[in-house]
């Protein structure tokens, strides 16, 4: 195998997990090229990782005559490319499409893609029920008869970003929090203010605090921060009352210390390309999230994790790793509700997210943060 393709262009949190893929293949085929395909806007994050020669940006959105024309173009080049192995790591037609034109000897995908699965010579059942997303993922190893050294995805930094972080966070006293209150998914965000309780209690104990958010989400961070400031002026924080039912993890709100200034409140909402991003989150104390694409930039660099998940649950596979992992999670019912989580609740109410209180959220938090 001279030349391989590696084909994932999914959301940023797939092509994080497809890591592990890459990094077995250049274990197993040390001279060879490989090329990572990922959604477009990603390109920059995985363009300094050693397993691949070359990442390839894949735009996916427009519709009609031009889109087709790109989407053209995209295949013949792929052909002309010359590839020996193709792995197909999205289940979507486009990919199936891709596969075929790459005209490998050996395109690996899916069986569960129907449609996809036909341009592919070998096909693995993903085992949905039975493995998480990296296992699922390495399972396209398996016609090849590969067995990985590791499943940990390694976080490759550019190196212009390292050096961003570095002198940024010089600058900063005491352990470092990280929110991230957004998600691409609606029913995925933990409230707003919640996040706020956590962080105005972080400010109170001494900590700074640094509030992340990405295209889409300003106004929800922009929430969070009035909130914050509210809160750590003087504003009135939650008890230790679990809101209707049970809950997963620990209920002791720990004490609270005022007068923190609010000069340790860093709002870099929208102000940090993805590169950057993932440099900064590389060297938090803890960093508090909801289940989406920068939790795994932040676990994958063994960073201390707490997340909050509500439609999705573990057995979909993809909960952060690690033993400074935690995971808070409200048991109702109606959980799971998809693979992804709608953007507004089905039945009206958001419980899952809703009846996950801070303050045993904040007494982990605490706990990573050592104030």
């Known amino acids: 195998m ?40 990603l390109k920059e994050l995985f363009a300094f990782h050693p397993a691949a020669a070359r990442v390839f940006s894949v735009e996916k959105r427009g519709r009609g005559l031009a889109a087709k024309v790109s989407q053209f173009a995209l295949a013949r080049d792929i052909a002309r490319r010359g590839y020996d192995l193709w792995i197909g790591a ?26 996809s699965s036909l341009w592919y010579t070998h096909r ?30 390694e976080i490759a930094l550019a190196p212009e970003a390292k050096v ?5 966070f010089s600058r900063l006293r005491g352990p470092v929090l990280g929110l991230h209150p957004g998600s691409v998914w609606g029913t995925k965000r933990w409230p707003a203010r919640s996040f706020a309780e956590v962080g105005a209690r972080a400010l109170l104990a001494g900590a700074t605090v640094l509030l992340f958010a990405g295209p889409g989400e300003e106004a929800v961070a922009a929430e969070t921060a009035a909130r914050v400031r509210e809160l750590a002026a003087g504003g009135e924080l939650s008890g230790t009352r679990d809101p209707g039912g049970e809950l997963s993890g620990t209920r002791d709100p720990g004490g609270v210390e005022n007068g ?17 991003l993932a440099a900064y989150l590389g060297r938090l104390s803890c960093y508090l999230t909801n289940d989406s694409g920068p939790m795994h930039l932040a676990w994958a ?3 201390p994790v707490t997340a909050v998940f ?22 109702v019912p109606c959980r799971p509700c998809g693979l992804h989580g709608p953007q507004t609740c089905p039945l009206g109410h958001h419980e899952c997210m809703t009846r996950v209180p801070p303050e045993a959220v904040w007494e982990d938090v605490r706990k990573k943060l050592g104030v």
Do not use: C
């Open 301 to 303: 660099q063994r960073v």
């Open 260 to 276: 923190a200034p609010l000069s340790r409140l860093h709002d870099l909402s929208g102000a940090l390309s993805l590169p950057r």
């Open 90 to 115: 999205h289940a979507s037609l486009r990919s199936g499409l891709m596969a075929g034109a790459s005209g490998a000897a050996v395109r690996v995908g899916y069986t569960e893609a129907v449609l």
């Open 310 to 331: 509500g439609p999705t649950v573990r057995k979909l596979g993809f909960f952060p790793r690690g033993e400074g992992t935690t995971v808070f999670e409200a048991k």
């Open 2 to 41: 001279k030349r391989i393709a590696v084909w994932n262009t999914a959301f940023l949190g797939d092509a994080v997990l497809t890591l592990p893929v890459l990094q077995a293949l250049r274990l197993h085929f040390p001279g060879a090229e490989i090329d990572f395909y990922v959604r477009g806007g």
């Open 124 to 153: 693995v059942s993903r085992r949905f029920d039975s493995r998480e997303e990296i296992e699922r993922l390495l399972g396209l190893l398996e016609p090849l008869r590969i067995t990985p050294a590791s499943a940990w995805p």
């Open 164 to 168: 961003d972080a570095e002198a940024f």
